[in-house]
């Protein structure tokens, strides 16, 4: 009977115990913050053939495995597309940035997409570190077609329950989707490589009228002046720089750019700063596109040094020109995507 007595005592307070721990505010942040995403079936991240290493890279500063999935061709170009792991009731991210081939990128990102819908995935976010199709964003001509809203719809009608998107061409693209978009800017990643440079006299440049509030901003957080060119586009990839608007001569000029495809404007741009007086240029962008003879024109450009970000691989030629530095946006990725895991603020990352 006194064994009885001792023992239900003994639960009684053990029980009191565990309760008190419940209850206990620190405890339960103390157990939970460990445990963030490591051995976390409900947190998981994919990607397509498009940038393999930035999602490693992701991956890595996130403390977590890349998801195991099968991807291959058919002989007929036709993309085959197998998760070989549960995501039933997870929060998946697909890193996938529809860079060149386009369509073929594109394409995998749908098919991953749909992949994840069918596998019962909680919530699917792709992670599109550059937007392919976003230069055409509006009816600026008659007769054609809008494609950064065709692929905004194809993303959704696939599954897509948020999106992730760095430096959009036009912001406004945002609102061609019906789900939300957490739009990031690469502005932290190169103000950073800027800094460590100590560029005296520093003014930067917007290369044409579009990208002036980007410039503004790039120039607020350097504490740099602000100038423009203005250009006028005679064909497609085809530019004719204009003039100078603003201040350069004896001053260090900074081109600030989205996207790098062709280079010919670029090269224009530097090229009419140092006409106006400009001592050096320098330039920067956050996706280096360079299609076509695009390296082969920086390389013989009058052009210092061109800062870009990793948001798409570059080509071995790329790689080996030494005018072209690159600079990793995985870190800021990865914070992002933590945040959208963890429901909180995104935009916080840039106040």
Request: with cysteine; proline share 5%; glycine share 4%.
């Amino acid at each position: 009977m006194t064994t009885t007595t001792a023992t239900a005592i003994e639960k009684q307070q053990q029980q009191k115990g565990q309760a008190a721990t419940v209850q206990t505010p620190p405890a339960q942040k103390t157990e939970r913050k460990p445990q963030r995403h490591r051995d976390n079936d409900r947190f998981k991240i994919f990607c397509g053939s498009a940038n393999e290493q930035l999602a490693n890279d992701i991956c890595k500063d996130l403390e977590i495995p890349l998801g195991q999935a099968h991807l291959q061709r058919f002989s007929d170009g036709e993309v085959y597309f197998q998760l070989l792991e549960n995501v039933r009731g997870a929060d998946v991210f697909v890193v996938q940035p529809t860079c060149y081939p386009v369509d073929e990128h594109l394409m995998e990102l749908l098919l991953m997409i749909d992949a994840l819908k069918r596998a019962s995935a909680r919530r699917i976010t792709p992670v599109i570190p550059y937007y392919g199709y976003s230069r055409q964003d509006r009816k600026d001509k008659p007769r054609v077609a809008v494609s950064a809203k065709l692929v905004a719809d194809l993303l959704t009608t696939a599954g897509a329950h948020r999106a992730l998107v760095v430096d959009l061409h036009a912001p406004q693209i945002q609102g061609f989707f019906n789900i939300p978009v957490d739009h990031l800017f690469a502005s932290p990643v190169l103000v950073s490589a800027v800094r460590a440079l100590n560029l005296p006299d520093l003014t930067v440049i917007s290369p044409d009228a579009g990208g002036v509030e980007r410039a503004r901003f790039f120039a607020k957080k350097m504490d740099a002046a602000l100038g423009i060119v203005d250009k006028r586009r005679t064909d497609l990839n085809v530019t004719e720089v204009m003039n100078v608007i603003g201040d350069v001569r004896g001053r260090t000029a900074l081109i600030l750019d989205d996207i790098i495809d062709t280079a010919g404007t670029l090269v224009k741009t530097a090229d009419a700063l140092l006409d106006a007086g400009a001592s050096r240029v320098v330039a920067c962008a956050s996706h280096p596109v360079l299609s076509g003879q695009a390296v082969e024109r920086i390389h013989n450009s009058r052009l210092e040094q061109v800062i870009v970000t990793d948001t798409i691989p570059l080509s071995e030629a790329a790689k080996n020109e030494p005018k072209i530095k690159v600079r990793s946006i995985a870190g800021l990725l990865a914070r992002a995507i933590e945040s959208i895991h963890e429901e909180t603020s995104v935009s916080s990352l840039f106040s």
